[in-house]
């Protein structure tokens, strides 16, 4: 299997890569939500961590324990669990987020079948003595609290390795998104989204080894082709389960050249380091790393962070990709459109919901944006 | 031109509660004080209806609430107007409407008392929602002023020995901050006596809303969401105190005379998540007419829930664990052990949850509330959907039909 397809393979279907998993390696695997979830400490367990997404089948299914009014991530990976879908997870671990995931939280504990649960409540300011302060704790209780759960002790030295390997996995991403930036033809957007989301959910050693040599293969493949044909566009928002979005962008001449995507630079911005305190080196990249709009450090933070990467990625526009009934990101959405007008960078924002896909309107907007850059 | 005379009726006189009107001259020289707080070189802070206010009355720094300018709005029926405002600066439909609403006011003055005073500071405290954070965060853009958030970490089962340390310790952040934005320093004399008003305060809130456990209850829910203002704007201030007082002291003489606020009072009615403030005198009357009282709130309790927390005698820090235990910061099953308790304090035959398509931490959650209290406590419970504030979102034929066919099952059953 090519290490391309690799990625999809387990992407396709997380159940049958992960129930394979443990068929082979007798180790538990556990969900998480959110990049915020300290998933470093759950490999360090020795768990699989697994990002969870909501397949989009059988949404209904949550009707009777959530309103229509939530959003289509919550809806969907509640009813994944409901219906059993999910029955491959040993735990789940709910990070702090938003007030969505928070109640969703006490949903899943109260219904679903998988047993192991566990919140990290983490802060929400990330820009004071005492949020430090609780960041580290916070992460030191989750440690106890896998501990305690999984019934087994987890040393300072395989912290160590994990934060070894995720910095690794984190510096090659980072690598196959300079590709993109230098060379948006050098891959397609579907490959990239697929090789970063594979990455939530495969063994971590197997991916990264595939992953770096996916960055060879393409390096070696690449003899300056010119990017010159396509629209650079900068992806804004939150989560993208919707791959379909890149095929659309490509297929009007464009192509996403970075972005600040949960299921992307958001994932794998910051490096953990390796001195000192293990689990403080942990809290530390999640003090640091670039901010989700649920967590707060400054006031124009996001907005300048954007303009900012807009501007080394040379993005000639900017698509937000936002789930409808995300809060969080629809409350930012007009102060960050404003200051991207200030700066004469265009911008559209599409509103999205996992288990629609693309429909025409869709796709209209993102050609007619194209056209204006 | 010949005034016509005022027919009122005797019954319905007879059921007014009498401080109401004193109630109103408060609210109107507090939001006065407030309005004219730079003429005065007073400083005003905008704060969160769960912040932490006691130091802000402790210092004179006049705290403003969105959260009662919303609720205004939502009755002064002008929701729909400001928050499509907001909608056209591009603010999702789908976003809380008090929030709407608010940040649609603040360019154009708009609202029933031309928009808020402008802040020197904000307090957001995410004891109710994450909503708040980004609320806040978009006015500290608007207004240029500096933000403090008094973040509070969500309890799913037992409040973590983390958590408290973190939240006592933001508690001297909180007071820095104040300090700094004020020009004035705390003093701890005038603190404590700010805590000890808002404990006195919230046990006669408490003490009030429990003269509705009597039968026939002397007030109903609606009272409560009317004069909920105080103990949400003037916590902290002997002026909540003296007016509570006088409000209890109204009430237990109804129950002596027997006088209850629905006439015939046959059901006895819980009530979950924020009112629907465009339509409660609608809702009130809806009630009546099935001699249904809605006795008690999940909501205007919610002030009063955590006074056993607060220690006299260590005022800040007992101040930060009480903040960070109020009912919307806990999970489903803790609430559901507060609404058992209140089934049984105020004799509920049946509950109506609001499905609030602006609060999601409140209405999240319902489904499993309502069959767990429909299973073990055998208490019908019926959920309408509808938004505190923009009534776009509500259909009054449907909530009417639902309602109509609920009592019927109560009166059947």
Redesign the interface.
């Known amino acids: 299997m090519s290490n391309l397809d690799a990625f999809y393979h387990a992407l396709e279907n997380p159940g049958r890569y992960i129930r394979q998993w443990k068929k082979e390696t007798e180790k538990r695997a556990i969900g998480f939500f959110c990049s915020y979830a300290p998933e470093e400490l759950i490999h360090a367990a020795g768990a699989q961590p697994v990002r969870i997404f909501g397949s989009g089948e059988n949404m209904s299914r949550a009707d009777?324990?959530?309103?229509a009014?939530?959003c289509s991530l919550v809806r969907g990976s509640l009813a994944d669990a409901l219906s059993g879908a999910l029955d491959y997870l040993d735990g789940t671990v709910f990070p702090?987020t938003?007030?969505?995931i928070?109640?969703?939280?006490?949903?899943w504990?109260?219904?679903s079948p998988i047993k192991m649960h566990i919140?990290v409540?983490l802060?929400?300011?990330l820009n004071?003595?005492?949020?430090r302060?609780?960041m580290n704790?916070?992460i030191k209780?989750f440690r106890r609290d896998l501990e305690n759960k999984m019934g087994i002790s987890i040393s300072d030295e395989e912290i160590i390795k994990s934060s070894i390997l995720y910095n690794r996995i984190r510096k090659a991403l980072r690598e196959l998104y300079k590709i993109k930036s230098m060379n948006p033809g050098a891959i397609r957007g579907r490959d990239l989204h697929t090789a970063v989301k594979a990455g939530m959910v495969m063994d971590r050693n197997v991916y990264a080894d595939h992953l770096e040599e996916y960055i060879k293969e393409l390096r070696s493949a690449m003899h300056g082709a010119s990017s010159d044909r396509y629209k650079r566009v900068f992806l804004a928002g939150g989560i993208c389960n919707i791959p379909d979005i890149y095929s659309s962008l490509e297929e009007s001449g464009g192509a996403a050249v970075w972005d600040e995507l949960c299921t992307g630079t958001r994932y794998f911005d910051g490096e953990i380091k390796i001195t000192g305190d293990p689990v403080d080196a942990i809290a530390e990249r999640y003090m640091e790393r670039l901010i989700c709009?649920?967590k707060?450090r400054s006031?124009?933070e996001r907005s300048d962070s954007l303009v900012r990467q807009v501007r080394e990625h040379d993005a000639g526009g900017v698509i937000f990709l936002i789930l409808?009934?995300c809060?969080?990101h629809?409350?930012?959405?007009?102060?960050m459109?404003?200051r991207l007008d200030m700066e004469g960078i265009p911008s559209t924002l599409l509103?999205l919901e996992d288990g629609r896909g693309i429909d025409g309107q869709i796709k209209t907007r993102i050609e007619s944006f194209l056209e204006m850059l | 031109m010949i005034d016509n005379p005022k027919i009122t009726d005797p019954e319905k006189e007879k059921r007014k509660i009498k401080c109401v009107k004193k109630m109103k001259e408060i609210m109107t020289s507090y939001y006065i004080d407030a309005k004219t707080a730079v003429q005065n070189n007073k400083k005003v802070a905008w704060i969160t209806s769960g912040g932490p206010v006691e130091p802000l009355i402790a210092m004179d720094i006049i705290p403003v609430y969105p959260e009662n300018h919303g609720a205004m709005i939502g009755a002064g029926k002008m929701g729909a107007d400001l928050c499509s405002k907001a909608e056209d600066m591009g603010y999702s439909r789908d976003l809380c409407s008090y929030a709407r609403a608010d940040i649609a006011a603040s360019p154009i003055n708009g609202g029933p008392i031309g928009g808020l005073p402008k802040p020197d500071m904000l307090v957001c405290s995410n004891n109710i929602c994450g909503t708040v954070v980004k609320w806040y965060e978009i006015q500290a853009r608007y207004y240029n002023v500096p933000l403090f958030i008094f973040d509070t970490p969500f309890i799913h089962s037992e409040p973590s020995p983390e958590a408290l340390k973190y939240v006592k310790r933001q508690m001297g952040e909180y007071i820095t901050f104040l300090e700094e934005h004020s020009g004035r320093s705390l003093n701890h004399d005038r603190m404590k006596e700010a805590g000890i008003l808002a404990i006195r305060a919230q046990n006669l809130w408490q003490e009030i809303l429990d003269t509705a456990a009597n039968r026939p209850a002397p007030m109903t829910a609606f009272d409560a969401f009317f004069h909920l203002a105080l103990i949400v704007t003037l916590r902290g201030t002997s002026t909540v105190v003296d007016y509570y007082t006088e409000l209890l002291a109204e009430l237990k003489e109804r129950i002596s005379l027997g006088i209850g606020m629905v006439p015939e009072e046959k059901y006895r009615l819980l009530w979950d998540n924020l009112p629907v403030w465009y339509r409660t005198r609608w809702l009130s009357d809806k009630l009546s007419s099935h001699r249904a009282s809605l006795v008690a709130d999940t909501y205007t309790s919610a002030w009063c829930g955590t006074t056993h927390l607060y220690d006299e005698n260590n005022i800040l820090e007992s101040m930060a664990v009480a903040y960070s235990s109020v009912y919307l910061n806990i999970s489903i099953d803790r609430m559901y052990e507060i609404i058992r308790g209140m089934i049984f304090k105020y004799g509920i035959n049946g509950m109506i949850m609001h499905s609030n398509r602006s609060c999601k931490p409140y209405s999240f959650g319902q489904y499993d509330l309502q069959k767990m209290i429909m299973k073990n406590l055998k208490i019908p419970v019926l959920i309408i959907e509808a938004d505190m504030v923009d009534e776009r979102a509500f259909s009054e034929s449907q909530t009417e039909t639902r309602i109509d066919a609920f009592m019927e099952t109560l009166a059947s059953g």
């Open positions: 009777s324990h959530i309103q009014y939530c702090h938003c007030d969505s928070q109640r969703l939280s006490d949903i504990r109260l219904n919140d409540i802060p929400v300011k004071t003595a005492s949020s302060e609780y704790d916070v209780k709009p649920v707060y006031m124009n409808k009934y809060d969080p629809s409350f930012d959405y007009p102060d459109k404003k509103e």
